[in-house]
């Protein structure tokens, strides 16, 4: 079947460093997002990568291993702004989206 | 997990005509259902929110007249796409809060095409 995981919460301090994982089996593979989440709000996209390697946009960059169905999200100089959930989505082989539970991200002063 | 189904999955159609959407909680109820639209590589855009047994709550910018939205279970919402024209084509994602609220979850996407 297509699954995706993701942890469920982590947390962070500001200013620090933390990587979101997400494992990712799925019926062919178009390419993996993701979005950023604030609490009753639309999820904003981050980021997209198909091809293997790190894609860097500012304080976020995002890496994909096609190989090992895995990604992440790594943040960096975390501010207290980047506290929302975190969700991983893979796009399978009819362009269908299988969507992570998300990650809740709690950043602390 | 908690799983939304979204039929069809994909859907070609001729300018004019109307297509309908359908979006499930499988395994839970939702009072509260969302109706998104992307476009490549950008964020979901909120068209608006489905609530059981009331009128949806369109975003602005959002034709209610056209994008007709029916809450009629805890867990069936449809979009219906009036007279659709080429611009309409998008990808259309839907979403289902949990009657605790707490957890919200997507479906898969329906690719939608008019010629």
């Known amino acids: 079947g297509q699954n995706i995981d993701q942890p469920t919460e982590m947390t962070a301090t500001e200013g620090a460093i933390v990587q979101i994982n997400c494992t990712y089996q799925?019926?062919?593979?178009?390419?993996l997002f993701w979005y950023q989440q604030h609490a009753g709000e639309a999820p904003t996209f981050l980021s997209y990568n198909v091809l293997d390697g790190l894609e860097e946009k500012g304080r976020f960059s995002s890496f994909l291993s096609r190989s090992k169905g895995y990604s992440y999200l790594l943040l960096k100089e975390l501010q207290m702004k980047d506290s929302a959930s975190y969700l991983c989505?893979?796009?399978?082989?009819?362009?269908?989206?299988?969507w992570g539970a998300g990650t809740k991200l709690i950043i602390k002063p | 997990g908690a799983v939304v189904s979204q039929h069809p999955s994909r859907v070609i159609c001729k300018s004019g005509t109307s297509v309908k959407i359908e979006c499930r909680s499988l395994d839970f109820q939702a009072t509260t259902m969302f109706w998104y639209r992307q476009f490549p590589k950008q964020s979901l855009m909120l068209m608006a929110t489905s609530n059981e047994g009331s009128k949806a709550t369109y975003e602005q910018g959002v034709e209610k007249d056209k994008f007709l939205i029916n809450h009629a279970s805890l867990t069936l919402s449809t979009l219906t796409v009036t007279s659709a024209h080429p611009e309409d084509s998008s990808f259309y994602i839907c979403?289902?809060?949990?009657?605790?609220?707490?957890?919200?979850?997507f479906g898969p996407g329906t690719r939608l095409t008019v010629l």
């Open positions: 989505a893979a796009m399978d082989s009819n362009y269908q989206l299988i």
């Open positions: 799925t019926s062919g593979f178009n390419g």
């Open positions: 979403s289902a809060r949990t009657l605790a609220g707490d957890e919200q979850f």
